[in-house]
T-cell receptor
Framework: AQSVTQLGSHVSVSEGALVLLRCNYSSSVPPYLFWYVQYPNQGLQLLLK??????LVKGINGFEAEFKKSETSFHLTKPSAHMSDAAEYFCAVSFSGGYNKLIFGAGTRLAVHP | DAGVIQSPRHEVTEMGQEVTLRCKPISGHDYLFWYRQTMMRGLELLIYFNNNVPIDDSGMPEDRFSAKMPNASFSTLKIQPSEPRDSAVYFCASSLALTRSYEQYFGPGTRLTVT
């Protein structure tokens, strides 16, 4: 069965610092992987996705993630944090049974302080 | 495209009342998902439909919850009777199987408060 583990429910960084949000997955088949962002009082918005093409995926707002099969990881990074990046971030993996179903991680809340 | 539309955005009701949440998926999408989000339990998948047919409702918490999709452009999630523990944000999402990308598009959510 698929699962997603996000290490760290809360991450705090200084403005301008590197952002690193960790995601590890398990899947019996080649997965599709996603990062979604949720700003306060809003729905989830797709940040980026890996669908078996390039292993380094670039998304919106300067975020990127690297698919590492050997480590079963899909960590999200951004070189320099902005105050506007404060939000909750969800990693998700495709369900091997199809049906366009996604398995979501528990989420990581990112705080950015001046 | 207007995106996924949910109504109402906020709902406050008293315990025991019936609550109906509505969702309009993105036109042409053939999958529709209902999620619930709480601080305690995070994001939970309640039920999903493919071509208006329920595929998996194992996430529906109990018989008080029901969902329907009478046509490709409309779905409802009903709670009857509602209880305070149903207070949460309910999201609807849709996706298109043809793309084979699994990408889901989320609505803005309905914040439900049961007093």
């Amino acid at each position: 069965a698929q699962s997603v583990t996000q290490l760290g429910s809360h991450v705090s960084v200084s403005e301008g610092a590197l952002v690193l949000l960790r995601c590890n997955y398990s899947s019996s088949v080649p997965p599709y992987l996603f990062w979604y962002v949720q700003y306060p009082n809003q729905g989830l918005q797709l940040l980026l996705k890996y669908t078996s093409a390039a292993t380094l995926v670039k998304g919106i707002n300067g975020f990127e993630a690297e698919f590492k099969k050997s480590e079963t990881s899909f960590h999200l990074t951004k070189p320099s944090a902005h105050m506007s990046d404060a939000a909750e971030y969800f990693c998700a993996v495709s369900f091997s049974g199809g049906y366009n179903k996604l398995i979501f991680g528990a989420g990581t809340r990112l705080a950015v302080h001046p | 495209d207007a995106g996924v539309i949910q109504s109402p955005r906020h709902e406050v009701t008293e315990m025991g009342q019936e609550v109906t949440l509505r969702c309009k998926p993105i036109s042409g999408h053939d999958y529709l998902f209902w999620y619930r989000q709480t601080m305690m339990r995070g994001l939970e998948l309640l039920i999903y439909f493919n071509n208006n047919v329920p595929i998996d409702d194992s996430g529906m918490p109990e018989d008080r919850f029901s969902a329907k999709m009478p046509n490709a452009s409309f779905s409802t999630l009903k709670i009857q009777p509602s209880e305070p523990r149903d207070s949460a944000v309910y999201f609807c999402a849709s996706s298109l199987a043809l793309t084979r990308s699994y990408e889901q598009y989320f609505g803005p959510g309905t914040r439900l408060t049961v007093t």
